[in-house]
């Protein structure tokens, strides 16, 4: 040990800095990256990657709270305009949720691939001056009460150092930041051999996000609206090694198991096999290092929730980590806590959530099928119920924890609210709180972690509301 760390200070240059580094350029990594260096941070993104994008991805399904998060940012009409809004979901052939009542702008799923995502948070970071080390690889980080290390190499093999103020793991499932923490990924493997193939279709299915479930088989089909879809499957009694290759005929015979037939399928341009784990690691942030993403939590592909998840883990995070930063919070080590209290919940109830689905999906025993014909006849006919499980699955549902005594309003998300001054989420752009009000009233709220911008309503509202940077209400009042 003694012999290693002697070669490294011979061979290693003295260590670069920044305000922040993010490891990991995929959306969560991109998308706060691109917040920090907006803000006028020096921001610092490792991706051991080449920088050259496949479009090839697993993730593909944009909910309408990202939607939101992205039209703060103001890229949600070109992601919008290049994707597939799907405003029905039809689940095991007799569950019906209709999308379109969504209290959002974006009432609807977008079938997006994620390739087109990282391309606009890309964009955006490098724009506002990001810097990118891709080919580049985290070896070990070391932290101290001012700073923290990265130890990297290159594509070349040559090592590097990489001083911080704080560091963010976004490095997906295998992260190397919680490795080099030594924290725990407790979980298990839900589901093993899934199968997964982008494919033509001789027959255009009936809806546009086709699911169903037998107990022997389940299968999944949308549409890229390109002319390709992509199709997930799995069979109870044909589990097989991940690194087994995966013959389209094996897709085909999953979908006729499934969904009564396989539309034709052809021309296969991607095959793969995978497991599903629930995971999620006990602890958001250690000293001044965060993990967010897949790095913290991940869980079954059922509902489309892990790439949503992330970006919001990124949302939460950054003008947290802009205030700390700028000065501008009284406690900023209280305030960076609040990412995991935030989040964390969030993070279970999202492996909760998705693992019911997909073991609803796989229900085989007479008693689990009379369980999911109850719980979806249940859902059919209770409209609060359906909306309330929309609103869990799309991310427009989700709230805080707020302290006890405030307001009732303290933690929901903000809708986009129309205000005098334009679309509430279009002066979110700025990065900044927004503090809405009555004309002719100038409430003073707590102070912020930040810098305030003041609006109007544009009815006779009489409430005042104080909304952070990521649209959530951190203060209101009759």
Same mark, same amino acid.
Request: net charge positive; proline share 6%.
């Given at each position: 040990?003694?012999?290693?760390?002697?070669?490294?200070?011979?061979?290693?240059?003295?260590?670069?800095?920044?305000?922040?580094?993010?490891?990991?350029?995929?959306?969560?990594?991109?998308?706060?990256?691109?917040?920090?260096?907006?803000?006028?941070?020096?921001?610092?993104?490792?991706?051991?990657?080449?920088?050259?994008?496949?479009?090839?991805?697993?993730?593909? *399904? &944009?909910? #309408?709270?990202?939607?939101? @998060? !992205?039209?703060?940012?103001? $890229?949600?009409? %070109?992601?919008?305009?290049?994707? +597939?809004?799907?405003?029905?979901?039809?689940?095991?052939?007799?569950?019906?949720?209709?999308?379109?009542?969504?209290?959002?702008?974006?009432?609807?799923?977008?079938?997006?691939?994620?390739?087109?995502?990282?391309?606009?948070?890309?964009?955006?970071?490098?724009?506002?001056?990001?810097?990118?080390?891709?080919?580049?690889?985290?070896?070990?980080?070391?932290?101290?009460?001012?700073?923290?290390?990265?130890?990297?190499?290159?594509?070349?093999?040559?090592?590097?150092?990489?001083?911080?103020?704080?560091?963010?793991?976004?490095?997906?499932?295998?992260?190397?930041?919680?490795?080099?923490?030594?924290?725990?990924?407790? *979980? &298990?493997? #839900?589901?093993?051999?899934? @199968? !997964?193939?982008?494919?033509? $279709?001789?027959? %255009?299915?009936?809806?546009?996000? +086709?699911?169903?479930?037998?107990?022997?088989?389940?299968?999944?089909?949308?549409?890229?609206?390109?002319?390709?879809?992509?199709?997930?499957?799995?069979?109870?009694?044909?589990?097989?090694?991940?690194?087994?290759?995966?013959?389209?005929?094996?897709?085909?015979?999953?979908?006729?198991?499934?969904?009564?037939?396989?539309?034709?399928?052809?021309?296969?341009?991607?095959?793969?096999?995978?497991?599903?784990?629930?995971?999620?690691?006990?602890?958001?942030?250690?000293?001044?290092?965060?993990?967010?993403?897949?790095?913290?939590?991940?869980?079954?592909?059922?509902?489309?929730?892990?790439?949503?998840?992330?970006?919001?883990?990124?949302?939460?995070?950054?003008?947290? @980590?802009?205030?700390?930063?700028?000065?501008?919070?009284?406690?900023?080590?209280?305030?960076?806590?609040?990412?995991?209290?935030?989040?964390?919940?969030?993070?279970?109830?999202?492996?909760?959530?998705?693992?019911?689905?997909?073991?609803?999906?796989?229900?085989?025993?007479?008693?689990?099928?009379?369980?999911?014909?109850?719980?979806?006849?249940?859902?059919?006919?209770?409209?609060?119920?359906?909306?309330?499980?929309?609103?869990?699955?799309?991310?427009?549902?989700?709230?805080?924890?707020?302290?006890?005594?405030?307001?009732?309003?303290?933690?929901?998300?903000?809708?986009?609210?129309?205000?005098?001054?334009?679309?509430?989420?279009?002066?979110?752009?700025?990065?900044?709180?927004?503090?809405?009000?009555?004309?002719?009233?100038?409430?003073?709220?707590?102070?912020?972690?930040?810098?305030?911008?003041?609006?109007?309503?544009?009815?006779?509202?009489?409430?005042?509301?104080?909304?952070?940077?990521?649209?959530?209400?951190?203060?209101?009042?009759?």
């Amino acid at each position: 040990m003694t012999d290693q760390t002697a070669d490294r200070s011979t061979t290693t240059p003295a260590p670069t800095e920044t305000d922040v580094t993010v490891v990991g350029a995929g959306p969560t990594g991109l998308l706060l990256a691109g917040d920090l260096a907006a803000a006028g941070l020096r921001v610092t993104v490792v991706e051991r990657r080449p920088p050259e994008r496949s479009n090839l991805t697993r993730a593909f *399904g &944009v909910h #309408a709270r990202t939607l939101e @998060l !992205l039209d703060a940012r103001d $890229l949600a009409d %070109e992601l919008v305009a290049r994707g +597939t809004p799907i405003t029905g979901l039809r689940l095991f052939r007799r569950l019906s949720l209709d999308l379109s009542r969504l209290a959002s702008r974006f009432p609807y799923l977008l079938i997006a691939p994620q390739y087109e995502v990282e391309r606009l948070l890309e964009r955006r970071a490098r724009a506002a001056g990001a810097d990118f080390r891709y080919g580049t690889e985290l070896r070990g980080l070391r932290q101290d009460a001012g700073s923290v290390t990265a130890e990297l190499r290159d594509e070349h093999g040559a090592g590097t150092e990489l001083r911080s103020r704080y560091l963010v793991g976004t490095d997906g499932m295998r992260s190397s930041v919680r490795q080099s923490l030594g924290l725990p990924f407790p *979980g &298990v493997s #839900a589901i093993r051999s899934i @199968l !997964l193939a982008d494919v033509r $279709l001789d027959q %255009e299915p009936e809806n546009l996000l +086709t699911v169903n479930g037998t107990g022997r088989a389940f299968a999944f089909i949308a549409p890229f609206g390109d002319g390709w879809y992509r199709v997930m499957g799995w069979r109870r009694d044909r589990t097989q090694p991940d690194d087994r290759p995966v013959d389209l005929d094996e897709v085909r015979e999953v979908a006729r198991q499934a969904l009564g037939t396989d539309y034709g399928m052809r021309d296969a341009r991607w095959l793969s096999r995978f497991h599903s784990d629930e995971r999620q690691v006990p602890e958001y942030r250690r000293g001044r290092v965060f993990l967010a993403g897949d790095a913290a939590h991940v869980h079954s592909p059922a509902g489309g929730q892990g790439m949503n998840t992330g970006l919001q883990d990124a949302a939460n995070l950054s003008w947290k @980590l802009v205030a700390a930063l700028r000065n501008h919070a009284p406690d900023p080590d209280g305030l960076l806590d609040t990412y995991h209290s935030e989040r964390h919940p969030v993070g279970a109830q999202v492996v909760r959530s998705s693992g019911a689905i997909v073991r609803l999906a796989m229900a085989h025993t007479p008693l689990e099928r009379l369980i999911r014909a109850l719980a979806t006849s249940f859902l059919n006919a209770a409209r609060p119920a359906a909306d309330k499980a929309m609103g869990m699955i799309s991310g427009t549902g989700l709230s805080y924890g707020a302290p006890r005594g405030a307001h009732r309003l303290t933690g929901r998300r903000a809708p986009d609210l129309s205000l005098r001054e334009g679309r509430l989420y279009e002066l979110l752009r700025r990065g900044e709180f927004v503090l809405v009000a009555p004309d002719g009233a100038d409430p003073e709220p707590p102070s912020a972690p930040g810098t305030v911008a003041r609006a109007h309503w544009r009815d006779a509202n009489r409430s005042a509301v104080l909304v952070r940077p990521d649209g959530y209400i951190a203060w209101a009042r009759d």
